[in-house]
């Protein structure tokens, strides 16, 4: 399985998101438990600030205004439910 860019996001209440990747594959997800808001993730437990996420054509993934960036095969993962594993050293898979 080619690993999908998430290509649109939109905020919904608190810390969750709803992804969509190029795929089709779509969902919503609640950050908030994964969160640290430690180091460049700190200025995110501003929900103003955390609203401000974009998608990122370049890496294929969602960001904030201050480089912060989410791995875009952790965000498959929960969008699916499917453990990373599945996703991994498979052919056409970016790490396989």
């Given at each position: ?46 929900l103003a ?10 890496l294929g ?36």
């Amino acid at each position: 399985m080619m690993l999908s860019d998430v290509v649109k996001v939109e905020t919904r209440v608190g810390y969750r998101i709803w992804l969509q990747f190029q795929d089709g594959v779509e969902g919503e997800v609640d950050l908030e438990p994964l969160l640290t808001f430690q180091g460049v993730f700190a200025p995110l437990r501003d929900l103003a600030f955390f609203s401000r996420v974009r998608v990122s054509p370049d890496l294929g993934t969602i960001c904030w205004p201050n480089d912060a960036d989410w791995d875009p095969l952790v965000l498959y993962s929960l969008v699916t439910g499917r453990p990373i594993e599945t996703f991994l050293n498979q052919p056409g898979n970016l790490d396989g």
